[in-house]
């Protein structure tokens, strides 16, 4: 079946614009995790959905940066006034979450996200 | 606050050899542990997990991991490395308290020689 698929695959900006990078889980993935790689590091947690809810979104780190998944499916990704620092890729995860204990996590592509 | 360590940046070994890619964790309370592989312009697979029972966990493409408690640690071994099994790798550990954050490693880079 079809796998994780994030769009765009790469996206330059100016500085201080908005950017909003979207993720499409695996069919009937109720969590779905959004990570963050930057050059030479492991991918670097941000947020957590099971469902709709943000479950744990401790890993943002500061209030430019936002997430949804409105109908607990697809989600959003969005960076307000981007900053040089922000450039990474941009990783998304889908996983059933068992009762048992933690699903494997599929990752997605990831966006390469360029701020000019 | 949990973490992972893998000491080395890089490991090199000959086609052939087995290869051990090391791993220490810190949680507070019982750890998940996973090794990811990342290949050039890929994204991350999958390859194994620890979530409890037995200490040797075999998964894809012929690598396994032994858990060891005492030492914190969750080395990724195979017995017979192969040069497509070069690689980026990565190790990630969850605590099973509960929590849904997952901590990866800074990646070991896995040089197998003809």
């Known amino acids: 079946g079809a796998g994780v698929s994030q769009t765009p695959s790469n996206k330059v900006t100016e500085k201080g614009k908005y950017v909003e990078l979207r993720c499409d889980p695996i069919?009937?993935?109720?969590?779905l995790y959004w990570y963050r790689q930057s050059l030479g590091q492991g991918p670097e947690f941000l947020i957590y959905?099971?469902?709709?809810?943000?479950?744990?979104d401790s890993g943002l780190p500061n209030d430019r940066f936002f997430a949804v998944r409105p109908e607990g499916s697809v989600s959003t990704l969005k960076i307000q006034r981007t900053e040089r620092g922000d450039s990474a890729v941009y990783l998304c995860?889908?996983?059933?979450?068992?009762?048992?204990?933690?699903?494997?996590?599929?990752f997605g592509p990831g966006t390469r996200l360029t701020v000019l | 606050a949990q973490s992972v360590a893998q000491p080395e940046d890089q490991v090199n070994v000959a086609e052939g050899n087995p290869l051990t890619v090391k791993c220490t964790y810190s949680v507070s309370g019982n750890p998940y542990l996973f090794w990811y592989v990342q290949y050039p312009n890929r994204g991350l697979q999958f390859l194994l997990k620890?979530?409890?029972?037995?200490?040797l966990v075999k998964g894809s493409y012929g690598f396994e991991a032994e858990f060891n408690k005492s030492q914190t640690s969750f080395h990724l071994k195979k017995p017979s490395a192969l040069v497509s099994d070069s690689a980026l790798y990565f190790c990630a550990v969850r605590d099973s308290g509960g929590y849904q954050k997952v901590t990866f490693g800074t990646g070991t880079k896995l040089q197998v020689i003809p």
């Open positions: 620890y979530i409890t029972g037995d200490n």
């Open positions: 959905f099971q469902g709709t809810g943000a479950a744990d």
């Open positions: 995860a889908s996983s059933l979450e068992l009762a048992g204990g933690p699903d494997t996590q599929y």
């Open positions: 069919s009937g993935h109720t969590a």
